[in-house]
């Protein structure tokens, strides 16, 4: 079981508005709106993506590496926290 398991539809409806707030991205650009608000759109959907991995993130942490943590399989442990720091890395460098 995945670490956002049970939060699974929360984070099915957050991403279908962050589609739907790109969609009207295209929809600006398309129609040719004033530059500052399409960038202020464009600020938003990163806010709101950081948001959702931020949370996807946490989830991880607390139940993935928690649980490799917790058991017997220290190189698993190990590899966990590997792949949670590479994704923090690549969280900071977005």
Do not use: F, W
């Not at 040719?32 to 989830?59: E, H, K, M, P």
């Not at 926290?81 to 977005?94: F, S």
């Amino acid at each position: 079981m995945r670490g956002y398991t049970q939060t699974r539809e929360d984070y099915l409806k957050r991403l279908a508005r962050i589609e739907g707030q790109v969609r009207g991205l295209q929809r600006m650009v398309e129609e040719d709106r004033y530059c500052i608000d399409v960038l202020t759109q464009v600020a938003a959907v990163n806010r709101a993506l950081q948001s959702v991995a931020l949370g996807l993130l946490d989830q991880h942490l607390r139940h993935c590496v928690r649980d490799a943590a917790l058991g017997d399989d220290q190189p698993q442990a190990d590899a966990m926290v590997n792949e949670a720091t590479q994704a923090i890395e690549r969280l900071i460098k977005a």
